[in-house]
């Protein structure tokens, strides 16, 4: 069935550091791509998203790159700060399905 | 604005006894509705979605059920609950068409003692 997995569970960097968290996505027929994060104890929150015509988009210290000939999607952040410690998911949406993977835990020590 | 309300915030029920979680939409008009469950440092799953009053889609097999009696909101049930029906529950909602962010209420905390 349609799953969206994940690398790496846990990502230790410095801070000032640039992150990257990768995805790998099994449905060909996806087509929209949201990355979010996730803070102990409340819901996701949007970070950025792609659609399926694209292979790269910016946002603030945020970079998305889709590579759907692997199937695979990864998130960069630039100058990690202590604040964007979280968990880290993606999310592939297809035919109104939105479904998560595992989730990558991004720690960020000074 | 949009806002999204999800009810209560912890839950603490014993094993045998029934469940309802409500989640409502506010200033949109038929949304996609979702709910998902997220074990303690594990993902989100998804339990089940709507595109539409009374269209629900059931994607794990499992002793809840979700119902959508008005257009923007969303309850998840169970008769009689299970010790492994324990989770954070997280109701979520996108603009009806897809290829749109989903955005989420605070979630459940449910603990089945």
């Known amino acids: 069935g349609e799953s969206v997995g994940l690398h790496l569970p846990t990502l230790s960097v410095q801070e000032g550091d640039n992150s990257i968290i990768n995805c790998a996505y099994s449905n060909s027929a996806s087509d929209y791509f949201i990355w979010y994060k996730q803070e102990s104890g409340k819901g996701p929150q949007f970070i950025i998203d792609?659609?399926?015509?694209?292979d790269k988009r910016q946002g603030q210290r945020v970079t998305v790159l889709l590579n759907k000939t692997v199937k695979h999607l990864s998130l960069q952040i630039a100058a990690t700060q202590p604040g964007d410690s979280a968990v880290y998911f993606c999310a592939d949406e297809g035919f109104q399905k939105l479904v998560f993977g595992t989730g990558t835990r991004l720690l960020v020590s000074p | 604005s949009q806002t999204i309300h999800q009810w209560p915030a912890t839950l603490v029920q014993p094993v045998g006894s029934p469940l309802s979680l409500e989640c409502t939409v506010e200033g949109t008009s038929n949304p996609n509705l979702y709910w998902y469950r997220q074990a303690a440092g594990r993902g989100l799953q998804l339990l089940f979605y709507?595109?539409?009053?009374?269209?629900i889609s059931s994607e794990v097999p499992q002793n809840l059920s979700a119902s959508r009696p008005q257009d923007r909101q969303f309850i998840l049930s169970s008769k009689k609950l299970l010790l492994s029906d324990s989770g954070f529950y997280l109701c979520a909602w996108s603009r009806w068409g897809g290829n749109t962010e989903a955005f989420f209420g605070q979630g459940t905390r449910l603990t089945v003692v």
């Open positions: 709507s595109v539409g009053i009374g269209q």
């Open positions: 792609i659609r399926s015509n694209m």
